[in-house]
């Protein structure tokens, strides 16, 4: 069982490039979420999808989009990369039943570099 | 609005010590609370939670207890081990949203 899928593992890019990053889970979750992390800062989410077919804005959404291509698959997309954007992005997945919120299962990340 | 407020680190103690990192939150109601930890190079898992005030979770000789009295859900363990450094996350679910919120991290070094 692969739990939440992030590629790439590592990704180098030039100012202005763009680029999407992919997630995939397999645990048949609603809700799935895309958070930075940098040092010093802990996590801050980007977007979420609280389930297919909707996305909304986190914290820190400027400069990235998003795409719940299906209930499985959550993509995060920049445009037109900056060096603020080098960071590690997290994809984590999970399952809202009323109060009874199940844990959110994360990837291993992707560490993005910008130029 | 919700929040989470966790020690700041680095935490740095000596192999069988005592470990306490605190954690308090800001919510109305009764929030789902969570600690996740990161090993270095990994995602975050969940290590316990407790969804209801006097609640204890425990794993792996690790334990918090909700108290809702003092709005707080600290972290302890009686004897640490050099492969517990890693970062520890206190997270808040509350029903009213759809995410969970995050402290900002305690980074927990210890030495042999």
């Known amino acids: 069982n692969a739990g939440v899928t992030q590629t790439p593992k590592f990704q180098v890019l030039k100012t202005g490039q763009s680029m999407t990053l992919q997630c995939a889970q397999d645990?048949?979750?609603?809700?799935m979420y895309w958070y930075r992390q940098d040092p010093g800062m802990g996590l801050r989410l980007i977007y979420y999808?609280?389930?297919?077919?909707?996305?909304d804005k986190g914290e820190v959404p400027n400069g990235y989009n998003v795409s719940r291509l299906n209930k499985r698959e959550f993509s995060l997309r920049l445009e037109s990369a900056a060096p603020s954007q080098t960071s590690v992005y997290f994809c984590?997945?999970?399952?809202?039943?009323?109060?009874?919120?199940?844990?959110?299962?994360f990837g291993d990340g992707t560490r993005l570099s910008i130029l | 609005g919700n929040s989470v407020t966790q020690m700041e680190g680095p935490v740095t103690l000596s192999e069988e010590a005592f470990l306490t990192i605190n954690c308090t939150y800001t919510a109305t109601g009764y929030p789902s609370l969570f600690w996740y930890v990161q090993y270095p190079g990994e995602g975050l898992q969940l290590l316990l939670k407790a969804t209801k005030a006097d609640d204890k979770g425990s794993n792996k000789g690790f334990e918090a207890t909700y108290r809702k009295e003092t709005t707080s859900f600290h972290l302890e363990k009686g004897s640490v081990q050099v492969s517990d450094s890693a970062v520890y996350f206190c997270?808040?679910?509350?029903?009213?949203?759809?995410?969970?919120?995050f402290g900002s991290g305690t980074r927990l070094s210890i030495r042999p």
């Open positions: 984590a997945s999970s399952e809202f039943e009323g109060r009874n919120n199940q844990p959110q299962h």
């Open positions: 645990m048949n979750h609603n809700s």
């Open positions: 999808s609280a389930s297919e077919g909707t996305t």
């Open positions: 997270a808040l679910w509350h029903s009213s949203a759809s995410k969970i919120i």
